[in-house]
């Protein structure tokens, strides 16, 4: 189906349903994609702040 074309239900009416359906498959793979890109720049934003944390600590005394 290009572009031009609508999808029609079996009454020859523009398919709702069909394309209600449609968006939200398109949403939730969009709000997956999302949380993944959230959740790997919180990781990134931790690892780089507790690298920064680890670096600057100074032992006070050897072991």
Do not use: C, P, W
């Not at 020859?12 to 939730?28: L, N």
């Not at 793979?29 to 944390?53: D, P, W």
């Amino acid at each position: 189906m290009n572009n031009t074309e609508l999808k029609l239900d079996h009454t020859g009416k523009i398919d709702v349903d069909y394309y209600v359906q449609q968006a939200k498959i398109a949403r939730s793979e969009f709000l997956a994609q999302l949380g993944s890109s959230v959740k790997a720049k919180v990781k990134g934003f931790f690892r780089t702040e507790m690298s920064k944390l680890h670096h600057g600590h100074r032992r006070s005394h050897s072991h």
